[in-house]
């Protein structure tokens, strides 16, 4: 028994020493998104306000954010609840950001990560359809001069951007 346990022990560290375990995300940008954060804005043509928090997590290798709602429903819940994760692809490198909301599921599937490219302090973040086609773009915006981020949101039909929500992240 003894053996049969130092044996699995063995063969687990060897396996993932050969792994090679990835740093620790670094990104100037990302780090500027820690935190708690208020967002308002118009999001389908509501008005609304949020709150949203922001940590690194899994050793710093991805960046959490979750998303509450202020308005309830008659039970007391949240009208909408979202955890996003957003991840650096070193292969292909580019952001990913997987968004699991309460507005349903299907958030586990290859259209529910979205993959962006860096432009200046802004990362616009591309959803797209099973036939590769660009379906929602929410572009991050970091603000340098009032610390704050905005979000713009587009549904993209026929390859054309139909706004659907325009908010503004402050720290809380």
């Known amino acids: 028994m003894r053996r049969t ?4 022990i063995t063969f687990c560290s060897l396996a993932c020493s050969g792994i090679g375990w990835a ?16 967002l308002r804005g118009t999001i389908a043509r509501k ?6 928090v922001t940590e690194w ?29 957003i991840g650096w692809d070193e292969v292909a490198l580019e952001y990913q950001c997987l968004w699991l909301d309460s507005t349903g599921g299907g958030g586990l599937t290859a259209q529910g990560i979205a993959q962006g490219k860096r432009s200046g302090d802004s990362i616009p973040f591309l959803f797209r359809e099973r036939d590769g086609t660009i379906s929602f773009n929410n572009t991050f915006s970091y603000d340098k001069t009032n610390d704050s981020w905005s979000w ?17 992240l402050t720290r809380q």
Do not use: C
């Open 23 to 38: 740093a620790p995300l670094k990104d100037p940008l990302l780090e500027r998104l820690v935190g708690n954060w208020v």
């Open 5 to 8: 346990l130092i044996s699995v």
């Open 57 to 85: 997590f899994l050793d710093h290798q991805y960046l959490r954010l979750h998303e509450v709602s202020r308005d309830k429903d008659d039970k007391g819940h949240p009208l909408y609840e979202a955890v996003v994760l």
């Open 152 to 168: 713009q949101m587009d549904n993209v039909r026929n390859g054309k951007a139909v706004p659907f929500g325009r908010v503004k």
């Open 47 to 52: 008005q609304t306000t949020h709150d949203v």
